[in-house]
């Protein structure tokens, strides 16, 4: 693992972004998966300020969603697929056939998953994957005693999710499922880059780094990753 510290989230957001504005100029191509969440919102603004200058070029990319609330779509604020469009897609010129993301609002959640596994691996696999980490661990919706061995799935939420979830929303939701990339689809990237900001997350950075790999701290599970890169402020890493 490559931990990389910064002194704050701006410097932290910035990081991360050179790194995916360098492996883009390296690979046009690159199918790239970005979490939503609160993490990465600066490294969207980055992202979005690079590509105005002229410093990389997203018109050959393809992206991917990480993860979606059953149940909610992009009409609903906070949302993952509104939070990915409003703040990162839609502010850059590309085209929505480079787009693959989940609708948490389908009625056959099954198809939805095939429908976004058939995506990746027609693009073949995911090139970049950058994850935020939850504060039980989680990545995507990969929730603690994550298995495996599964691809596109169906999740029933963890308690911490759930009650961390108020604060994506403009009222409280009564969400309970969400719809992921598994285990497999982000251990088949070919690079990682996980993010992890503020103090409050040091002790489930702390529990990831330090710590033996375990299915209880989904994160942890990444530890042997060939190509993992983890970013941190110093107030995420101030357990370390
Ligand atoms: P956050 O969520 O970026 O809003 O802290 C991280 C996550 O749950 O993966």
């Not at 603004?45 to 590509?51: D, N, P, T, V, W």
């Not at 990389?56 to 604020?77: A, I, N, P, Q, Y």
């Not at 942890?220 to 101030?238: G, H, R």
Request: contains cysteine; aromatic residues 10%.
């Amino acid at each position: 693992m490559n931990l990389i510290i910064k002194d704050n989230y701006d410097e932290m957001s910035k990081a991360t972004g050179d790194f995916v504005i360098d492996y883009i100029n390296k690979k046009a191509d690159t199918l790239l998966c970005i979490a939503g969440g609160e993490t990465p919102y600066g490294l969207f603004k980055y992202l979005i300020e690079a590509s105005k200058n002229g410093k990389v070029d997203f018109s050959k990319c393809k992206f991917v969603g990480l993860d979606e609330w059953v149940g909610l779509g992009r009409e609903t604020r906070g949302s993952c697929q509104e939070t990915l469009y409003n703040n990162f897609f839609d502010l850059l010129p590309i085209k929505e056939e480079q787009i693959c993301f989940f609708n948490g609002l389908a009625e056959n959640l099954e198809s939805e998953c095939k429908r976004v596994d058939k995506f990746i691996s027609d693009n073949g696999n995911i090139d970049l994957m950058v994850l935020g980490i939850g504060m039980n661990g989680h990545i995507g919706f990969n929730e603690p005693n994550v298995p495996l061995d599964t691809y596109c799935h169906v999740v029933d939420l963890d308690p911490i999710t759930k009650d961390v979830s108020v604060k994506y929303f403009d009222e409280a939701l009564d969400v309970k499922q969400g719809i992921s990339l598994g285990m497999k689809t982000i251990n088949e990237s070919d690079t990682i880059l996980l993010m992890a900001n503020e103090e409050r997350k040091a002790e489930i950075v702390r529990k990831t780094v330090n710590e033996e790999k375990t299915p209880l701290v989904p994160s942890s599970l990444l530890k042997d990753f060939p190509k993992l890169y983890f970013f941190l402020d110093k107030a995420a890493a101030s357990k370390l």
